[in-house]
């Protein structure tokens, strides 16, 4: 009955907290079925008084509806997946080698990581743009990718040097010692163990280029491209 008792008031717990962090999206949908009005106002209520379809008609009816929005959402991915798969093998192997190898200055080098974020952005759009415009990338989906990543990239490794750190010297050791390599182990034991962290920076970085909108606005110029 005690474990059963617990077990209640674990699941108990875990609903408020995943209901917490879902509020802001279910008043954000339940919003969607309310006045203009009412929405200004703020009198958004959970269970609203005048539910209506209304604004959701445009995105069938309208020329610029439901076809621009999924060519919106399949261009989002065409950039977006690479940068989240091409941040993450280079975060993991970059947090791995500051993590293991007896690099100097690696301590140095780890805490620079961070210190790029203090720079605002809008500081590299000249450098980036005309690098860009030297590989003719520009008005290219590639240039977004290399600046997508370039900028997940730094903290992704730093977000993963811990996570690595985490996992105990003795079990590399171990599966030398049965004959595997450097690259198996960390293949198979390293990554499967950090799968949390690896999730984390995937996800990290799909969402981080996925609403980056100053290089986007500013290397992708057809409307072509854009849409």
Request: charged share 15%.
């Amino acid at each position: 009955m005690k474990f059963k008792m617990s077990k209640i008031f674990k699941i108990g717990i875990i609903l408020l907290v995943l209901l917490f962090f879902l509020y802001p999206y279910m008043w954000v949908i339940t919003a969607s079925f309310q006045s203009d009005t009412t929405i200004i106002k703020g009198e958004v209520k959970f269970i609203p008084d005048d539910f209506s379809f209304k604004n959701y008609i445009p995105l069938f009816t309208s020329e610029y509806g439901i076809k621009s929005f999924i060519k919106y959402l399949i261009n989002s991915i065409y950039i977006g997946i690479p940068v989240a798969f091409f941040s993450t093998v280079i975060a993991a192997m970059s947090a791995y080698a500051l993590s293991r190898y007896p690099i100097p200055g690696k301590e140095i080098f780890a805490k620079l990581l961070l210190l790029i974020y203090v720079f605002p952005t809008v500081l590299m759009i000249l450098p980036v743009e005309g690098i860009m415009a030297h590989l003719k990338l520009i008005d290219t989906r590639i240039s977004l990718i290399i600046v997508h990543t370039a900028l997940a990239v730094p903290f992704c490794t730093w977000l993963l040097r811990s996570f690595f750190e985490a996992v105990p010297d003795d079990i590399e050791e171990a599966a030398i010692i049965d004959g595997a390599s450097n690259f198996r182990t960390f293949l198979s034991i390293i990554l499967p163990l950090t799968a949390p962290g690896v999730a984390t920076v995937f996800i990290y970085s799909l969402v981080s280029s996925w609403g980056e909108y100053l290089f986007s606005s500013i290397l992708i110029r057809s409307n072509e491209l854009k849409s």
